[in-house]
């Protein structure tokens, strides 16, 4: 049994609370392994809210999430994200486009987390987090050489 840590989390889909628990695998690696419902949720939180979330200690590494983990205790998404903006996480049931539940911001999944509560972002694959590069960028080839008059 590691040293185990909770992580303050919200559903992306109805916006409530509940905590992820870490536990130490290894050298910076940290697996999901279960979660915690709050009995009553605190009061709001965030960047608009009167007090702002109380800043654990930076959890830095790799980030995984266990077999066992049972997911979102709302919506059951088996995986989680980071978000860039406000630094905090989201539960994440796999879609490429999100919006972060506690600052509204929305935007892609990319990359993989490496902080939790640091300017980071995500966590990609549900075992093994890997770094998604941009896809190429697009090139529009010509269908046609246009007209040469000369
Ligand atoms: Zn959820
Ligand atoms: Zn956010």
Redesign the pocket.
């Known amino acids: 049994m590691g040293t185990q840590t909770g992580v303050l989390t919200r559903c992306e889909s109805t916006q409530r609370l509940f905590q992820m628990v870490f536990e130490a695998q290894g050298p910076g690696v940290w697996s999901a392994r279960r979660v915690l419902v709050p009995r009553n949720e605190p009061p709001q939180v965030g960047p608009s809210g009167p007090s702002a979330p109380p800043s654990p200690s930076q959890l830095a590494g790799q980030f995984l999430v266990a077999p066992d983990y049972p997911g979102c205790p709302y919506c059951r998404a088996t995986s989680f994200w980071r978000?860039?903006?406000?630094?905090?996480a989201?539960c994440w049931a796999g879609a490429s486009a999100v919006t972060?539940a506690?600052?509204?911001?929305a935007g892609f999944i990319t990359g993989s987390i490496d902080h939790l509560n640091a300017a980071g972002v995500l966590l990609n694959a549900p075992q093994r987090p890997r770094v998604q590069s941009a896809p190429p960028a697009r090139q529009l080839a010509p269908a046609r050489r246009p007209p040469d008059r000369s």
């Not at 506690?102 to 911001?105: G, T």
């Open positions: 978000c860039q903006a406000c630094g905090n989201n972060c506690w600052c509204q911001l």
